[in-house]
């Protein structure tokens, strides 16, 4: 009993203070018109109304001709700035304050039509307009940093590795979850497919209830019935894909990025899923060592933290939208 009290207050103390994964995107457009004139257009989610945690600013002499012209679509808001910049001297260069709230896709367009792309999360970045790149890096790091800061989407991995056991059934598990969720990705960011996010993010949080049940049965009960781990992972990976894919296909990528941005960030993605369930294993084995015979306590423990903070999830969830 000690030893499943102390699993819980451990599980709900490194997790609680957290809080499920909300990821957001903004786009960022700059295009040359004409020497030394911009248009600087940017844009996020449907409902807000200025683009948050962002602040830009162009070299030192560059000034506003006319207002800020906000245009609405079915799917994003757009603010657009027109911006006189001297032609004498260098080139431009575009300052970009990020408050970590949004990671930010940049695009800048050349009159040539020459393509800069760049992803920025840290605090502050400098783009000198016209300095190519293809931001190949940025791509695979943001996928990274979506799965390792996506609090559900580690919990359910984790419930995962509690469920089930042996490494090749393991393996053969995120597998499958591995192969759903990319499958949703795909066909929601090259819309194929259109889901709505609050409900998505409810069955979310939904599946790591599920998940904690599953570890409860199978330590309850010797039925060789229970529903095959793989076949879990597999249903509710395709529902954790919508998720994946919500922070891209939202800000409404130019078609022609799409298949590279997809594939970078699904491959950081895994990248990072691989990472957390390898530190995570490990972390059990040990914990399996020094309880030895009775390591049933940390999963029974460990599963009823999950689906207590799951179904607060869910709660919380429906009650946004509901």
Known sequence: MIHRAASVLLLVASTGALHAHDMQMAIVEVREIAEGAYTLTMRTALGAERLPGIELSLTEGCEDVGPIRRVERFDHVSFERRIACPVDGPPPALGIWNAGIVDALIRIEDRAGNLTTRIVSEPFAEIVLGDPGAGIAE???????????????????????LLVRGVRVVVATITAFTLAHSLTLALTVLDVVRVPGPPVEAFIALSIVYLALEVVRR????????????????????IHGFGFAGALAETGLPPGEVPMT????????????????????????????VLQTRSWYLDRAAAYGLGGIASFWVI????GFW
């Not at 390792?148 to 995962?160: A, N, Q, R, T």
């Not at 330590?219 to 395709?238: N, Y």
């Not at 990248?271 to 490990?282: D, E, R």
């Open 316 to 319: 919380d969830r429906v009650a």
């Open 219 to 238: 330590d309850r009960t010797a039925d060789a019935r229970l529903t095959p781990p793989w076949a879990v992972a597999f249903a509710f990976g395709l």
């Open 262 to 289: 997809l594939f970078l960030f699904n491959v950081g993605i895994e990248a990072g899923q691989i990472a957390f369930a390898s530190v995570s294993g490990a972390v059990l084995w040990l914990a399996y060592r």
């Open 139 to 161: 791509r695979f790091l943001l996928g990274v940093e979506h799965i390792l800061s996506g609090v559900d989407h580690l919990l359910f991995v984790f419930g995962i590795l």
